[in-house]
């Protein structure tokens, strides 16, 4: 009887790699024996089964979304200080969060100051798109719009608009750190227009509406662009001072190990990086 169990065995695990079903190959032969033991019928058992190899399959696909939307961060709303930032609302973040409005085709767009959590915010967002099955891509803009003009010049744009048009969600971080050349504007406008009401847009920006142009170059395309952009479109300030400052004077203002620093000499240090920055 062991003789046929094992042979059973060794062709079942066969039949599994042959079907790819490599969780179910790993797992079979234990829940084998915890379904005797639990006096478990055949269907209890297979269901036990099944259900392990479809939540490795989500798990394994997660991770290729995560892989394939390049965020170079892993952020999450749990990580995110919201009582640092009392212009955020937080309730529109979590709903936001539930990816209906992916299902809407509509945008998002951040705007505040720099190091005030708008890349955190909208990586986090997108993570959490990629986790509930979403095709997500994050790009800076200028790394975009350079990956266009390559594409273009290598006449390969018409590639590239395609894997793009197959999104869910588009992120274009740091929209206004570096002007966009006259062609580069151009092509990210046709990106741009072409995601509207077709894929989402997470937008982040440091520039008020006003100040667009400096980018962009040209208001015709400016207000095209904004036009499309804000079109069905959650708005979500991050005001404030930036994180990363707040770091950098709690560490001047903070004195030496089992030390007091003078009065005088931290105002001196504080005036000093202010001066600087």
């Known amino acids: 009887m062991k003789q046929l169990e094992s042979t059973s065995m060794v062709l079942l695990r066969h039949h599994l790699k042959a079907l790819r079903l490599p969780t179910i190959t790993a797992e079979c032969e234990k829940l084998a024996r915890q379904a005797a033991a639990d006096n478990a019928d055949h269907l209890t058992y297979l269901l036990q089964l099944t259900e392990l190899e479809l939540l490795e ?12 939307a390049h965020f170079p961060t892993h952020k999450t709303l749990e990580g995110f200080d919201f009582a640092a930032r009392p212009s955020v609302n937080k309730l529109l973040v979590c709903e936001l969060a539930r990816c209906e409005y992916i299902d809407r085709r509509e945008n998002v767009l951040f705007v505040g100051n720099p190091g005030t959590g708008k890349t955190h915010l909208a990586t986090a ?24 003009m390559e594409a273009r010049d290598e006449r390969s744009l018409l590639g590239l608009k395609s894997r793009l048009a197959k999104l869910d969600l588009l992120v274009l971080d740091e929209l206004g750190y570096v002007p966009a050349s006259k062609v580069g504007a151009e092509l990210l406008f046709d990106v741009i227009s072409s995601a509207y009401e077709r894929t989402s847009l997470i937008v982040t920006t440091n520039l008020p509406f006003e100040s667009w142009t400096e980018v962009l170059g040209s208001e015709r395309l400016t207000g095209a662009t904004l036009d499309r952009l804000t079109h069905r479109c959650q708005i979500i300030e991050t005001k404030g001072e930036s994180y990363r400052l707040h770091d950098a004077k709690a560490r001047i203002r903070r004195p030496p190990d089992n030390e007091q620093a003078d009065p005088g000499d931290q105002r001196e240090a504080l005036e000093g990086g202010q001066t600087s920055s």
């Open 57 to 68: 399959r989500e798990r394994k696909a997660a991770e290729r979304r995560l892989k394939a």
């Open 125 to 148: 967002l997108a993570m959490a798109a990629c986790g509930r099955g979403y095709r997500v891509r994050f790009f800076r803009l200028t790394e975009l719009a350079t990956l266009l």
